[in-house]
């Protein structure tokens, strides 16, 4: 197998703008680093492009090699120059797949029979955001929207801290928030707008039943004009001294409290019923 | 006042060393950086021993320089160069307080009647301990033990990414996990390692009483030695397809668990009795 060594190459080069959110957007592909993406990616049908591979890599992980053969991806052998070039990390993990884009328009990705979305309005951080899409998926969340002013989901960083997530689940972007809130709502959705400002409590609201969370800016939290978007306002209580949670944590524990009380709704009426408890 | 704008001036290089274990250790001192952290840290009594303030940050938190001149503490006016030096930040934030340790003996920090406590055990990344911190204080814990495996507490980012609890709340540092363990179960507290390897969830397990969660590293979480010093080992529940939640995240999740049930109980304790729901 030819080894490129020259990050100069016009194949490396062709990766190496994927880099880029013009380029991700112009050749509709992007970039997924290290053996857990690089696994979900191969996992799914007619997503992986090509994959970049150092030898070290190769004969760490035999079983991803033939996951590609199998799939017909081609399999370009990469020095670690080159590696290091195409992730932009300081320790790049040897392995690398060129992605064809894997989200689903807003009407596929919200519809009637959802139960549990994470909208994210302005979230602008990267890690912040994949962290997001990572534990809407542990909490079992049926899609996270990435409306217009959020960051790109396919940002190499935010793919990184998906951590597999990005291949899981229904993934919309591009709307802008008026749009998707719409959308959420006409789905039969309660949208609960996470937010310090809220009245009540994550604890004093019912969460039963079919809910979009709206989170927002790491930073400044969600403007007037979106709070009014949402059905209420909710706070996640804060029991100490601290100000406030950040983003990634409060979406942590309010998507976790809906789908703690969404099962056992869902118990309770497929259950027999028991004596209370 | 004389500005400082050499970053070799004698009083700027003893600051600046503070960016460095040893020399924390050493002088018994770390750099607070940011309007919120110096505001914790001149709330509290003889923790602040000097501030560094650019011309732009003196001018807009007036309230800030106010309270350092009510407390005696000396204020520097510092160059942006030398304040990049002294923050090893991109976008400094013009604020940085030199100040004292404010760690207390274990002995302190988790005693009878302490009812939520966070144990990190080799947690290694300092932007996640801080994160720990900061929503352990949001959670109402009594207090945060930084094992000697973890990382110190002082560090520049784990002080950022706290969010000023560093401030709030009892921190300990240094023991060994079977050390911290050992006082935390004498003081009445159940142990419960978050992890991935348990066999009963979050929602399975009785978080009434007293409760230090014990949370381990980010990669490889915590190894049989450590699990076996708990009485339990619980994992939170992963509803969807993610392998597993990130550290902050899953901390997140335990500890408001804790926080909604012991608060549940508290009130069901103290309230008159009610007709069941």
């Given at each position: 197998m030819a080894e490129f060594t020259n990050i100069r190459s016009p194949r490396v080069k062709a990766a190496r703008r994927l880099t880029k959110r013009a380029f991700r957007d112009r050749d509709r592909a992007f970039l997924a680093e290290g053996p857990q993406a690089v696994r979900e990616a191969l996992a799914l049908?007619?997503?992986?492009?090509e994959l970049f591979a150092t030898a070290e890599a190769e004969s760490r992980h035999p079983d991803i090699l033939a996951a590609a053969a199998a799939a017909g991806v081609p399999v370009h052998r990469a020095s670690g120059e080159v590696m290091t070039e195409l992730t932009?990390?300081?320790?790049?993990?040897?392995l690398l797949a060129v992605c064809r884009f894997v989200h689903v328009p807003l009407d596929e990705a919200v519809?009637?029979?959802?139960?549990l979305v994470a909208l994210l309005a302005h979230v602008r951080d990267p890690g912040n955001a994949g962290t997001v899409l990572r534990t809407a998926d542990a909490a079992g969340a049926d899609a996270v929207v990435f409306t217009d002013?959020?960051?790109?989901?396919?940002?190499g960083k935010c793919v990184r801290a998906s951590a597999g997530s990005l291949f899981h689940l229904p993934v919309a972007t591009g709307a802008a928030v008026a749009e998707a809130a719409r959308r959420t709502r006409e789905s039969g959705l309660r949208i609960l707008a996470a937010d310090?400002?809220?009245?009540?409590t994550l604890d004093e609201?019912?969460?039963?039943?079919p809910t979009a969370w709206l989170f927002g800016n790491e930073?400044?939290?969600?403007p007037p004009e979106l709070l009014d978007l949402a059905d209420e306002v909710v706070r996640v209580p804060i029991?100490?001294?601290?100000?406030s949670l950040n983003l990634a944590t409060a979406a942590a524990v309010c998507l976790y409290a809906s789908a703690r009380v969404q099962r056992q709704t869902l118990h309770s009426v497929e259950d027999p019923p028991t004596p209370a408890r």
């Open positions: 049908k007619d997503v992986t492009v932009q990390t300081v320790t790049p993990q040897g519809r009637e029979g959802t139960r002013a959020s960051v790109d989901p396919y940002n310090g400002a809220g009245t009540r609201v019912d969460l039963a039943g930073a400044w939290g969600l029991y100490g001294r601290a100000e």
